[in-house]
Each structure stands twice: as structure tokens, then as C-alpha cells.
């Protein structure tokens, strides 16, 4: 399957190196390049018109003057975009979780190497491959899936891998995010926003003040989730859900390391909820 796609930036020596790495990719056909979002939108107007192909793919500047790769890209879902998607290339950090909620497929941080790109671009065909084999567009697949998320944390954007996360706990307005190794993030924003930007299934919420990392359940007693020493309760209202993603779950048990802790064998659980 081949993509057409756009490449956006003001910065003329940015669009040669993209211009490059899509002539270097297999399963990439140029479409145009803009050195702004709005000769951008006019590309996108005159797209499937005629003889000229619809755009599957935007690798689109965030930072840029009178319309900004994010409020573009805004513009275009109020537009109805179809079916293209974008790809985000900035060399600012900070624009990634903006990036993130108006539904990017990836975001690139200058300077973009080919390594990079290609991972993206992959990621993108593996996406419309998907998409056009009949597979819900809006369902997150395994080609889709995010594997880390951004937030923002003593005045930066932190970036948070999604495998690294236990649970996330809801401190009034902030939340805490507890990794595996012991560290956790504070940032501020509600237990139910963050909630949004993660995978649906694997992360699930089982207080009014926790979600907690499906994968990284182990082992469950007198009604509590074990992490170490810490215990989550899981409250009557989300005991259901909970209940039914553990049975349908397959966990694998660490081996004992001789710390005298019970380990679960497969699929089991300490002491039923």
C-alpha cells in the first residue's frame, strides 16, 4: 500500500531532509510540500479533485506563523479530514501532549533522524493497512497503540512509558504516577483526564482514586491489590469490570526471589475480592 503524503514546515532546509527521507521510503509517494499551513490547507482543498490524489499522511510543523501545525490540524477534523493523519515534527518538547490530544499518530522531535521517521512512517502504514483490511478506524490497534504518554511535571513535559506504569493515584488536583522502579510523577490534572489517554483494557480504574496497570497486577489480597507494600482497595462499582479484564487476562508470575512474599502461580489470585 502506498501513501500519499504532504510534508509542512517553514524552515526550507527541514522540508529537503523530509523530502529525502520520503523518497528514501518504499511505501511513500510525495504528494507536495508547504512552507506554511495555509498553503498547506490549499494542498488539502484541491486533494482529491480531479487527478490529484487524496493525502493520507501530514508530517506537519507545529511551530509555525499565522497557523500552527496544532490549530491546523485542529482545523482540519472541524473540516472533516477523512481519513488522512498527522504526523508532528517540532523541535520543541513541550508541544508533545498537545500533539497527543488532538489525536496525532506520532510526533518526531527535531532534529528527525531517518531511523526516526522510518519507525513513524511504519507505524502510519501499519495503520491504514488496518484500517482498509475493515478494522474499525477509530478502535486503537496494536499498529496504533501509544506506548508512552506526556506530562507535564515541575514546569516540563516528562515523557512516561506506559509499560513503566503500576497505578496512578488522584491526590486532589494532581495525580501520581508510580513506576516500577520505585519513582513516581506528580502532575497536575484529574484522575479522569489522564484516564483518556490510555489504552482501554489495559489500564483500568478500580477507585475513585486509582487506575491501576492491568499487566502489572500480580497478586490480590482481602479485597486489595498488591504492589509491594502498598494496597489498593478496589471499590464495589468497579469491581465488575475489574474482576471480568482478570479473568480474561493471562498473567505470568515473577519468579520468587526470595523475599518470603506468596508469588500467584499463572492466573491465579491470592484471596478471591
Request: charged residues 25%.
Amino acid at each position: 500500500m502506498m501513501l500519499n503524503c504532504l510534508i509542512v514546515d517553514d524552515e526550507p532546509l527541514a522540508l529537503d531532509l523530509l523530502e529525502n527521507y520520503v523518497g528514501r521510503t518504499p511505501f511513500l509517494q510525495l504528494a507536495g510540500r508547504a512552507g506554511s499551513a495555509v498553503e498547506a490547507l490549499q494542498c488539502m482543498e484541491q486533494a482529491g479533485k480531479g487527478t490529484r490524489e487524496e493525502i493520507d499522511l501530514l508530517f506537519l510543523d507545529i511551530q509555525m506563523p499565522q497557523l500552527n501545525g496544532i490549530e491546523f490540524s485542529r482545523l482540519l477534523a472541524e473540516r472533516g479530514g477523512g481519513r488522512t493523519k498527522v504526523i508532528f515534527t517540532t523541535a520543541f518538547g513541550e508541544y508533545a501532549l498537545e500533539g497527543f490530544r488532538v489525536d496525532a499518530l506520532d510526533y518526531l522531535l527535531k532534529p528527525v533522524s531517518y531511523t526516526e521517521f522510518l519507525r513513524a512512517a511504519m507505524k502510519a502504514h501499519d495503520w491504514f493497512r488496518k484500517t482498509s483490511a475493515g478494522e474499525p478506524a477509530g478502535a486503537e490497534s496494536g499498529a496504533e497503540r501509544r506506548d508512552s504518554i506526556w506530562v507535564r511535571a515541575d514546569y516540563r513535559q516528562v515523557r512516561v512509558k506506559l509499560e513503566d506504569i503500576l497505578y496512578i493515584e488522584g491526590v486532589k488536583d494532581y495525580v501520581r504516577i508510580c513506576l516500577a522502579d520505585g519513582t513516581s510523577v506528580m502532575t497536575q490534572m484529574s484522575l479522569k483526564s489522564i484516564g483518556e489517554q490510555l489504552p482501554k483494557g489495559e489500564f483500568v480504574r478500580v477507585h475513585r482514586s486509582y487506575i491501576v496497570h492491568m499487566q502489572a497486577v500480580r497478586a490480590i489480597e482481602r479485597g486489595r491489590i498488591v504492589f509491594g507494600k502498598v494496597r489498593i482497595p478496589v471499590s464495589d462499582s468497579y469491581r465488575d469490570e475489574f474482576m471480568q479484564l482478570l479473568a480474561q487476562r493471562a498473567f505470568i508470575a515473577p519468579k520468587a526471589g526470595g523475599t518470603g512474599e506468596d508469588v500467584p502461580a499463572k492466573g491465579e489470585i491470592k484471596t478471591p475480592l
